[in-house]
């Protein structure tokens, strides 16, 4: 057996935008990324973001437009499948739009905020698209509208063959956007010539309408099994000031050597990680974010004989 403790020391990032943050040229990821992005327009008579910014107005209300997947309103898409897709379909809360939003009914007016909070909501692979704009400016405030636009969820998948005499089968139910949680759930059975599965997965990045990202899941094998938990809060925005997390992994697996398709020799293998970092920033300054991050990270391995035999590799002690 040996065990490997190692402290990571060193991770340097940094992040740099500019006036064109919102733009097709934008510099962050996921700026031009589905839908072919383009800044959504703001009716003619709300001012652009340096007069908002610069007067000093306050948010307003913030209407959200969650749409199905589906713009049944278009004579296009106004069909019986399309009608019975969007039925089907569970649609996105707005309590889950409004959690991802970097900004509030009474935070002063931030045009970098808006274009974040799009940045993020567009991340979401439940989501098609995402736009945010001014609206409306009156008595001093600007009212935001924010539209998203679904896109399916549900993915089962189911698989049959025979090889070699043996059966090969997988069966699987994944669900990226639970109750309209924005949660994901995966539920998979596999069988194999080498191993049979079952395992469940679950990951909620939102925690609790917070920025803490958990998921956990378990696998158990005829094999073994493994299990795993995570925890972390990211740089989920360019001002964002501090971050951390940790994660956990454990497998358990039986290794088998085979000579003309019989198992001549057996041995375990044990395998735990575990991750622990913290980050911090000073923010947003001059079109300029640092951050740095440091962390430990433990990883052990273990090796041994099954049933007491001995073996004829060489495991490492």
């Known amino acids: 057996m040996h065990s490997i403790l190692r402290f990571a020391v060193l991770v340097f990032t940094f992040a740099f935008i500019n006036d064109v943050l919102a733009s097709d040229q934008g510099l962050l990821p996921g700026i031009t990324e589905k839908a072919h992005y383009k800044q959504a327009q703001r009716p003619a008579d709300v001012p652009d973001d340096a007069y908002l910014e610069g007067s000093r107005l306050r948010i307003g209300t913030i209407q959200i437009r969650a749409e199905n997947i589906f713009n049944t309103n278009k004579s296009e898409n106004d069909t019986k499948l399309f009608r019975l897709g969007n039925r089907l379909h569970i649609k996105t809360r707005e309590e889950t739009?409004?959690?991802?939003?970097?900004?509030k009914s009474g935070d002063y007016y931030n045009g970098r905020e808006l274009a974040e909070s799009e940045r993020l909501l567009r991340n979401r692979n439940y989501l098609f698209d995402a736009r945010i704009r001014p609206v409306r400016v009156h008595q001093?405030?600007?009212d935001i509208e924010v539209s998203t636009q679904d896109v399916w969820t549900f993915k089962p998948g189911i698989s049959l063959s025979r090889s070699g005499g043996k059966n090969t089968s997988a069966f699987e139910l994944e669900e990226i956007n639970l109750f309209g949680l924005g949660s994901l759930l995966r539920l998979s059975n596999k069988t194999s010539v080498d191993r049979d599965s079952l395992s469940i997965a679950f990951r909620d990045p939102?925690?609790?309408?917070?920025?803490?990202?958990?998921?956990?899941?378990?696998s158990d094998n005829s094999d073994g099994n493994s299990n795993a938990f995570g925890l972390d809060h990211p740089f989920y925005s360019l001002d964002t000031r501090q971050a951390g997390g940790v994660s956990w992994s454990e497998f358990n697996r039986i290794n088998s050597r085979y000579d003309l398709g019989i198992i001549t020799e057996q041995f375990f293998i044990k395998e735990k990680d575990a991750q622990v970092f913290y980050g911090w920033s000073s923010g947003y300054k001059d079109g300029w974010t640092n951050r740095y991050r440091s962390g430990l990270t433990y990883d052990q391995r273990e090796f041994s004989s099954v049933g007491g035999s001995r073996s004829t590799i060489n495991l490492p002690e």
Do not use: C
């Open 140 to 142: 001093g405030k600007v």
């Open 206 to 218: 939102n925690l609790g309408s917070s920025w803490w990202d958990f998921s956990i899941g378990y």
């Open 97 to 103: 739009i409004s959690k991802q939003l970097l900004f």
